[in-house]
């Protein structure tokens, strides 16, 4: 009898300790969230929150309008861009520095966004969350760069979540 008075004590604390784990966990990304969503509004952005498009927002001020399209990836993941249509997202290798992603998925819903067409004053950028390990772009069968926020991909800016930079440039250093 004892042993399962024991048994039910672990198995409770055992619960306790997944369920704030888990809770610490959600309201850390969501306090990420937060942050970089303040942090563009300190810089005199308003955001628009956009459904049934093929972006989710749209971040302006009255020089410039950023078109957003937010994709959800796995912690740690990395995005290989192969072409304007064609992205990878490779995962499961952790934190782990020169391991091989053993994981990859294509981005299925990617095209209708990098063939939307643009005003001059308009950008279009795509912001990752959480933030990737690693953004590379294929060039051709051998050559590869590595994505910044200033790296045009096919029209577009590719950001992890809480990278600022291009929302606090000169619309003419963003243009470039």
Same mark, same amino acid.
């Given at each position: 009898?004892?042993? /399962?008075? +024991?048994?039910? &004590? ?7 300790? +997944? ?6 966990? #959600? ?6 969230? #937060? %942050? ?10 308003? +955001? !628009?929150?956009? #459904? ?6 749209? &971040?302006?001020? %009255?020089?410039?309008?950023? +078109? ?6 796995? %912690?740690?993941?990395?995005?290989? *861009?192969?072409?304007?249509?064609? /992205? !990878?997202?490779?995962? $499961?290798? $952790? ?6 992603? =053993? ?6 819903? *990617? ?6 067409e643009t005003k001059e004053n308009e950008i279009k950028v795509v912001i990752a969350t959480p933030s990737p390990k690693k953004i590379v772009k294929y060039i051709n069968e051998c050559e590869i760069v590595f994505v ?6 096919? $029209?577009?800016?590719?950001? $992890? ?6 929302? !606090?440039? =000169?619309?003419? !250093? *963003?243009?470039?």
């Amino acid at each position: 009898m004892e042993d /399962w008075i +024991i048994l039910g &004590i672990i198995a409770v604390i055992a619960a306790v300790i +997944i369920i704030i784990f888990t809770t610490k966990n #959600e309201y850390s990304k969501a306090t990420e969230n #937060e %942050d970089f969503y303040n942090k563009i509004k300190s810089l005199g952005y308003e +955001i !628009e929150e956009i #459904e049934f498009k093929c972006y989710n927002q749209l &971040i302006k001020n %009255d020089d410039i309008t950023f +078109i957003i399209k937010t994709i959800k990836i796995p %912690d740690y993941a990395e995005i290989q *861009i192969n072409n304007k249509v064609t /992205w !990878e997202i490779k995962y $499961g290798a $952790g934190n782990a520095p020169g391991r091989a992603q =053993p994981y990859k998925k294509m981005l299925k819903d *990617i095209s209708d966004f990098m063939n939307l067409e643009t005003k001059e004053n308009e950008i279009k950028v795509v912001i990752a969350t959480p933030s990737p390990k690693k953004i590379v772009k294929y060039i051709n069968e051998c050559e590869i760069v590595f994505v910044t926020p200033y790296t045009d991909v096919y $029209g577009t800016r590719v950001i $992890g979540l809480g990278n600022t930079k291009i929302f !606090e440039s =000169p619309y003419e !250093e *963003i243009k470039k």
